[in-house]
């Protein structure tokens, strides 16, 4: 192994910087915004736009692949791009059980979630903890919560990745781009509501996995294959090493496992099939941006076909995303593997490694003329899907679970004025975090987001599930046990991040106690606490009584008693039928269709069984 640093080369972004300049990239560019801004101003033809209803929802007017479609687009960000990719290629296969789980978790939405939400007549999750709990406290807990978290989380994720892509392939100025993206994405969020969304969404994933197949295809093509592919990746490794031990630069020796060791491994299998099932909960099943696409539909038969649909395309990461993150470093492996601080800084400007290079380096090195014009599109795609539907959903949160509070009496016209207007301001504030979104992200991205997912989500999970299935879980249990598990949760999650994680070659200096716990070990035990803390404050407590209840829960979503407000509820409950038009889908379905839907299901599930089995 060699002992000297390699030649030194142009960083990323300036042997790039002409790679995506000539005319057959920029037509393909400049004609995938004509089409998507296009298909934007059609479908605000397509729902009325001048009601809380039509904008927020799409006028509940969406057919199943619409929904599918957008399910996908929405989950499927640059940040999956970039992350998955960087994850395979630094730790192999097993990133890629993060997205086949959702294949389980996306039909327990459509079939168990999904219907409640129907019946109980609501446009967010906090108005539906609102109804079922009664009073204020949760509501605008969970409203703050969710805001924060798309703040920190899924939009600096999502615009750190876009600028990581746009970086290396074409050398632009971060903020100029950035800034680029999310002026042209406020624009059609802003303008169409969520019916430009889901419409645009559905363009975009045709763009996406059409893209992302060919840049696999010439992928595999120079490694040699799939074959080749696994053998020559435990290979992969820098060829200057530095003062780090070789154990640190060559591959985990079960980088091709997707199921590893419970103690040792660094994804656990019992932590990924456990844990991860209930951070996934809370992300499919009570998400506003992704269960806001299922209440858009126009019956409880085409979610579920959505569902599937949305299911069926989760399992094309594996080979879209993670594999082509491993053929990048077998065929990179001095600049995607590195491991010496100094070597890293100078090929991407991160000390702990340059795994998120990975996908953007493949594209600019394999990919044609044209076709790299294809490949940005698609990451252009991705982002903008992304942060589209995310801008579109804290947009309804804000205005319906905050400003209504603010002015009870606000007519349609001002709220969604109120709308529009936090979506430019939550741009505003995207800007703004740029900067330490740079400073932070340093090492695999995807570790990142399921991370924070771990330390944060369990305690949502907890209420919503128990919210759905115990009718005994009154007001105070539910709310006593969402403090308590973010209190839990921020325990783990600051001194992570105050004293890092580190890597390999330069371990983090958090204590054992705390950080030795693997997060997803501890979105279990998080779970399991705040379960604990729901019921015994609410068998404390005295009960909700089931008038109260109907077609709140899970038991109760077929009954046509009439439900009795709570007497904490207040006056300012949006009511659907008077604002929503058309009306409320009926969750009664025809016993046919259930039959197909639910054969599509088990087809959906026996694939996903067998890709497990196969890859474990």
Known sequence: MSTAPPQTSPSPASSSSTTISNPADISVIVGYFVIVIGVGFWSMRRANRGTVGGYFLAGRSMSWYT???????????????????????????????????????????????????????????????????GGERIQLYLTGLSLAMYIFTKISVDMFSGAVFIQVALGWNIYLSVIALLVITTIYTVTGGLAALMYTDTVQTFVIIAGACVLAGYAFGEVGGYSALMEKYMEARPSYLGNVSELCAAPRPDSLHLLRDAQSGDLPWPALLVGLTIVSTWYWCSDQVIVQRCLAARSLTQVKLGCVLCGYLKILPMFLMVMPGMISRVLYPDEVACVVPSECQRICG??????????PKLVVKLMPQGLRGLMLAVML??????????????GTLFTMDV???????????????VGRVWTVCLVAFSIAWIPVVQAAQGGQLFDYIQSVASFLAPPIAAVFFLALFVKRVNEPGAFWGLVGGLVLGLCRMVPEFVFGSGSCSAPGSCPAVICGVHYLYFAIILFCSTITIILGVSLCTPPIPQSQLQRLVFSLRHS??????????????????????????????????????????LIMMSAAIFLWAYYA
């Open 560 to 601: 046509q008693e009439p439900r009795e407000e709570t007497a904490t509820s207040g006056l300012s409950d949006f009511d659907p039928e008077e604002k929503v038009a058309p009306a409320l889908p009926n969750i009664q379905e025809d016993p046919r269709q259930v039959r197909l839907v639910n054969v599509h299901a």
């Open 67 to 133: 929904v599918g479609a957008s399910l996908f687009a929405s989950n499927i960000g640059s940040g999956h791009f970039v992350g998955l990719a960087g994850t395979g290629a630094a730790g192999g296969i097993a990133v890629a059980g993060f997205e086949w789980n959702a294949l389980f978790v996306v039909l327990l939405m459509g079939w168990i979630f999904v219907p409640v939400y129907l019946t109980a007549e609501v446009m967010t999750m906090p108005e539906y903890l609102k109804k079922r709990f």
């Open 403 to 417: 400003w209504r509070k603010l002015r009870p009496r606000a007519e349609e016209k001002e709220l969604l004025l």
């Open 350 to 359: 991160a000390e702990i490694g340059c795994s998120n290079i990975a996908y």
């Open 381 to 394: 795609a991705a982002l903008m899907s992304s942060l589209a539907s995310i801008f579109n959903s804290s």
